[in-house]
């Protein structure tokens, strides 16, 4: 008899707890919107792949769905999240998602991804650089580069492969890096081929899958995140890379000027006639207040 009790009282209490709902949609919405909509949002988004809303993330990218629906194993995202499939994501990363986090965007998908009551589609940042008071720091500016430039500028998985001439813009220290040459001058954006290459001075322009360039007001936040000194998240100017590298290719557009970047061309090599008003190939090495010496200068 006090078995019979037993076992009825389990089964009451059994059936007096409430199943656990499925995720719904509004569950793993904020893991989407704080680690990859910095990426996967507005047109420019990588393959086409936006995750700022329900409908966008079930529409999928140009190369099919993103998420099947009751599949999590055969999901392109889930695979791109776990690091079955390269570049693993988000690109930020690491840190990647953690074990819980991808758990349960699985959950999601596997009880067939419902939508339930989802939250207001993700915004994309905004960039004002007018609002910002105070120096710019790399915080300001990283969104512009993961969302525009990393799909590319990235040690593997790039959209070309290989990060085009070993660039790679997934950090600051990467961005900043003048491991073969500097391309980031702190305090002196004309002299600094990222910014000349959103600009278009210098060619590839990029973004590479440009037209859209971008838009003036992140270019001016580039410039200005360089002239106030590349500074790191905290605000401290980067170190000027003295001795390093720079490759300049444009227009001259004054004696010891290409495309208004300053030069001391005493001394240098001069071949082939450089003209004002012409192309012409600079080489030089940065000095310890951010101009360029000279070392060769050469008519194109």
Not at 46 to 67: C, F
Not at 279 to 290: C, F, S, W, Y
């Amino acid at each position: 008899m006090l078995r019979y009790t037993l076992l009825a009282l389990s089964l009451t209490a059994a059936l007096a707890t409430p199943a656990r709902a499925a995720p719904a949609y509004a569950d793993v919405a904020s893991i989407f919107n704080s680690r990859c909509v910095i990426c996967h949002n507005g047109p420019a988004a990588p393959n086409g792949l936006q995750l700022g809303s329900y409908e966008a993330i079930m529409a999928g990218s140009k190369n099919g769905p993103a998420v099947v629906a009751g599949a999590p194993a055969g999901s392109e995202l889930v695979k791109r999240i776990r690091g079955e499939r390269q570049p693993r994501m988000p690109l930020t990363g690491p840190p990647w998602l953690s074990d819980a986090e991808v758990a349960l965007i699985e959950g999601w998908i596997q009880a067939g991804a419902p939508k339930g009551n989802a939250p207001a589609p993700a915004a994309a940042a905004a960039v004002a650089p007018a609002a910002i008071s105070g120096p710019v720091n790399y915080g300001h500016v990283e969104p512009i580069l993961l969302s525009r430039c990393v799909k590319c500028h990235v040690e593997t998985g790039g959209k070309m492969g290989p990060p085009p001439e070993g660039y790679v813009l997934r950090s600051y220290a990467q961005t900043i890096a003048a491991t073969d040459r500097a391309r980031v001058i702190p305090g002196n954006p004309a002299a600094s081929e990222l910014l000349r290459r959103v600009k278009g001075l210098a060619q590839p322009r990029m973004p590479f899958d440009g037209p859209p360039w971008l838009g003036d007001d992140e270019i001016k936040l580039l410039e200005r995140w360089i002239a106030d000194g590349a500074r790191d998240r905290d605000g401290k100017p980067a170190p000027v890379p003295v001795g390093a590298r720079v490759r300049l290719r444009g227009t001259l557009t004054a004696p010891g000027e290409i495309d208004g970047a300053r030069f001391d061309a005493r001394g240098a090599r001069i071949d082939k006639s450089p003209r004002v008003g012409g192309a012409a190939e600079l080489r030089a090495t940065v000095q310890p207040d951010g101009s360029l010496l000279a070392e060769r200068l050469r008519g194109r």
